[in-house]
């Protein structure tokens, strides 16, 4: 296995180097709405932003990131960040369910196939019964993230990966997607292609291919 999709620090300062914690609020928002209480993992952590917006709020969380440079960008910047160097075609550095949610946020489209499969399968070795990971990533049919990203090398439509998700054995996974801007960005174009978008739930109107899916829980003795 390779790790061609991981970032050197030019990437980060390019991409990050406008934003702090405060911009990973609303997905932690998510994780504690649609999970339970225990430790999170956060999957290609980049410099560790939403590590640290986790532990400023007093949660558990840890980092695994491919990049040398961003973890040293993340550990400079916050002196007790939990986040390590950790390549994800090897298996992760945890013992069995460790975790209660694992995070993997705008991660998948920067791993070959077969690293992007061997990752949600240590995700789900890692995560308790019930455990709960959460992926965003563009859809493939986002022609712009597509183009704009030479490190986006292997881009997912939704129902591909709902279907990588499921096939590693993760059960009531949930599509959280949003449509493309085709019809424009002004409010009604808005609400139409949102309205077409859940109706059809057609994968070319897709600018995203997100989801949530849950590890089967344990069955009673």
């Known amino acids: 296995m390779t790790n061609i999709g991981v970032g050197d620090g030019n990437y980060f ?28 993992l956060d999957v290609g952590a980049g410099t560790g932003l939403f590590v640290e917006a986790a532990l400023r709020w007093g ?18 910047r916050y002196l007790n960040l939990s986040l390590r160097r950790h390549l994800l075609s090897e298996r992760f550095p945890f013992e069995d369910e460790s975790f209660q949610t694992v995070l993997m946020n705008q991660v998948i489209e920067h ?18 019964p019930g455990g709960m990971v ?46 493309l801007d085709l019809l424009g960005q002004n409010y009604l ?12 739930r057609w994968d070319r109107l897709s600018a995203t291919a997100n989801c949530r899916g849950y590890k089967r829980p344990e069955k009673p003795t």
């Open 13 to 40: 300062e390019k991409w990050y180097s406008n934003r702090d914690w405060r911009f990973y609020r609303p997905i932690l928002s998510e994780v504690i709405f649609f999970s339970e209480p225990g430790p999170i």
């Open 59 to 76: 949660l558990h969380c840890v980092g695994i990131e491919g990049s040398g440079e961003a973890v040293e960008i993340g550990r400079q």
């Open 111 to 128: 791993l070959e196939p077969n690293v992007a499969r061997h990752t949600v399968s240590e995700t789900v070795r890692v995560l308790r």
């Open 134 to 179: 959460m992926i965003t990533s563009p859809s493939r049919f986002n022609k712009y993230e597509r183009m704009d990203d030479p490190t986006h090398i292997n881009m997912y439509s939704p129902t591909e990966l709902r279907n990588l998700v499921a096939s590693t054995g993760f059960r009531g996974i949930v599509a959280t997607d949003y449509p």
């Open 189 to 200: 174009s808005r609400k139409i292609m949102s309205l077409l978008f859940l109706l059809t």
